[in-house]
């Protein structure tokens, strides 16, 4: 665990000296980007109103990223590409999975219902099947135990996508802005449910913003144990039966931009999550945590 | 027919006495730097230093403009080359453009931009935890 952690935390290093490089070297003043250059007769308009926001956000960003699994016998799950796909209507919004419909939007809140899947289950989609030695506890350190009995079959197992269905607030002011969630499963599948809140700042300064966020959830022992326990007919000598509880899981992270032009962004992105103990004990579970960064480009339309 | 052919000689003695109509105004290249404005909540406005560059392929009289006001920033005699350095705060995207003095022709502009990255609708600014969404 922690050599995975040093080598995530190694390549996070690189990628943000390389990140921080390329920021230094795409200077305001200096770089291509940065300067405009035209020639021959043109007609353009003199006006220049602002542009209203349009009802679709369509973004890609094409880089490097790794999200950990602390899922036992499963690979981090790598990113190359994040799409960014959103629509927003009045009162309706699709934004990237999320299906939403706003019920109050003040000056200093919005408040809407919102339908979702549960981010766990991304965890049990890229597992292995491997075979463990079982041994006794040796009394002697010196003296290796003897294989107990045949090598046995682990395999994480299955886990299905759920459908929640909650509410969000959002808030902001001079303060910063602040997420409020409550979700709960819709679809039969966990049966439970989870609260978050999570507070953010963005500092712009020139091209370039940085936002850190700090967040909390709570997920009830319902949801964690439906993803995180080993069921009775799961359980096996080398897969214990385990029943997880509720738990808070903690999360930090920051994300970075330099903007290039309107619609070209250096982007970096960093995100810890401290996992619940209930989730981290679990014989499902090697890490307790969850580390995801990203380093790119990004172009928004 | 009489009155066509009088239109023509009319014409013709016009281009005779202003061979340099405005229209005749050389191409040139504009060049100007920093192009982008980033805003936010915090930061409704930029301060901004522009140098302006600008050559043409022949000496004449031009003038800079920008798109905010009427009058032009500056103009210069017959010459080929200028540059120009304006310190100013932006706060909305404006154009920069070269042209005849009297602002009949316009033969460079440069865009400059403001991005802005607060929205009136906060629901962009939200962000989902979805394994791909890392930005």
Not at chain 1, 9 to 22: E, T
Not at chain 1, 190 to 214: C, D, N, V, W
Not at chain 1, 279 to 295: N, Q, R
């Amino acid at each position: 665990m922690l050599a995975s952690y040093m080598r995530t935390s190694r390549n996070v290093l690189k990628i943000a000296a390389l990140w921080a490089v390329a920021t230094l070297a795409h200077g305001q003043e200096t770089a291509p980007g940065a300067e405009g250059v035209a020639t021959g007769p043109t007609a353009a308009p003199i006006a220049m109103p602002p542009a209203p926001e349009r009802h679709w956000r369509l973004g890609a960003a094409f880089g490097y990223g790794e999200r950990s699994n602390p899922l036992i016998q499963s690979e981090d799950i790598p990113v190359i590409v994040d799409l960014d796909v959103a629509w927003f209507g009045k009162r309706w919004f699709f934004d990237n999975g999320d299906i939403g419909y706003t019920m109050f939007d003040g000056p200093r809140s919005t408040t809407s219902m919102v339908a979702r899947l549960n981010s766990d289950r991304i965890f049990f989609g890229k597992t292995d099947t491997r075979y463990v030695n079982l041994t006794y506890v040796s009394g002697s350190p010196s003296a290796p135990a003897p294989p107990l009995l045949a090598p046995v079959e682990v395999e994480p197992p299955d886990r299905d996508y759920a459908i929640e269905l909650g509410v969000e607030s959002l808030l902001d002011g001079e303060w910063g802005a602040a997420t409020l969630r409550a979700f709960h499963d819709v679809s039969g599948t966990h049966g439970g449910y989870e609260l978050s809140a999570y507070y953010s700042r963005r500092f712009t300064a020139g091209r370039m913003s940085l936002e850190p966020t700090l967040g909390v959830s709570y997920k009830s022992a319902q949801l964690n144990d439906y993803y995180w326990g080993v069921h009775a007919n799961e359980a096996s000598a080398a897969l214990p039966e385990y029943h997880a509880g509720a738990g808070f899981n903690f999360e930090g992270g920051l994300v970075a931009n330099y903007y290039i032009s309107r619609h070209l962004r250096l982007a970096l992105s960093v995100n810890y999550e401290r996992l619940a103990d209930d989730i981290a004990d679990s014989p499902l579970s090697e890490d307790d945590y969850v580390m995801a960064y990203f380093s790119g480009l990004a172009w928004t339309f | 027919m009489n009155s066509r052919l009088a239109g023509i000689l009319i014409a013709s003695a016009l281009v005779a006495v202003f061979p340099a109509s405005a229209a005749d105004l050389p191409a040139a290249r504009l060049i100007v730097k920093p192009l982008l404005c980033v805003v936010d909540r915090d930061t409704p406005g930029c301060s901004m230093t522009f140098n302006i560059r600008w050559k043409s392929e022949a000496a004449a009289e031009y003038c800079l403009n920008d798109s905010a006001q009427k009058a032009p920033l500056r103009c210069w005699p017959s010459v080929s080359s200028g540059t120009h350095t304006e310190k100013r705060d932006v706060t909305e995207a404006f154009i920069y453009w070269l042209g005849a003095p009297d602002g009949t022709q316009r033969v460079a502009e440069i865009k400059i931009e403001v991005l802005r990255l607060d929205s009136a609708d906060r629901r962009r600014e939200r962000r989902n935890r979805h394994v791909w969404d890392v930005l």
